[in-house]
């Protein structure tokens, strides 16, 4: 079993799309070219033929009965802490646990060029790909307040420090109540 991307109930999930190059190395979809443009010269009954692509719709389907549409590959975000706080035209948010095929599906018009690109013909139509799909598990987490640190095997008095599921630890805080507000 592969490793799966993870992600968190009620965070956002930032997905964006990549292509393979020639090389077949993922690159971002959105660098392909401008704006995700693909432009290949291809051999027709011996005249070269150029045809260009552009994708004008992504319809993503997150698996859990959400589905989406934009007008964008979506990109990868910078590794920050907030990261999960910013919802994107691509993301989505998860409310339930569990493992989530997201499915993307790309829209492109068309055009060609029998003279190297100096004149073009569009071509009638869309052309729908299907992105590979991607298996997410998506986990909840929960935050508990403890009197102090918690050690592995050697809990402190406080019962909480025995709960060991997913679940991130804080150490109490004495905090002021903010100006006219009542603690709680």
């Not at 393979?20 to 432009?39: H, I, L």
């Not at 929960?142 to 406080?158: A, L």
Request: hydrophobic share 25%.
């Amino acid at each position: 079993d592969a490793i799966k991307p993870n992600t968190l109930t009620t965070a956002w999930t930032n997905f964006y799309l990549t292509k393979k190059d020639k090389n077949n190395s993922d690159t971002a979809a959105a660098d392909a070219g401008a704006g995700g443009v693909v432009r290949e010269t291809i051999d027709v009954l011996d005249e070269d033929v150029t045809v260009e692509l552009t994708p004008i719709k992504y319809r993503w389907k997150y698996g859990d009965g959400e589905a989406r549409t934009s007008r964008t590959a979506g990109k990868m975000l910078p590794t920050k802490a907030d990261v999960w706080e910013k919802e994107t035209p691509t993301s989505h948010m998860y409310q339930k646990r569990g493992t989530y095929r997201v499915e993307a599906t790309v829209t492109y018009t068309g055009k060609y060029s029998l003279d190297n690109g100096e004149t073009w013909d569009t071509i009638p139509g869309t052309l729908e790909t299907q992105a590979t799909p991607l298996d997410i598990r998506v986990w909840s987490m929960r935050s508990v307040n403890v009197s102090g640190p918690c050690q592995p095997g050697n809990p402190s008095d406080d019962p909480t420090c025995k709960i060991q599921d997913f679940t991130i630890f804080k150490p109490r805080q004495t905090r002021k109540p903010p100006h006219g507000a009542s603690p709680t």
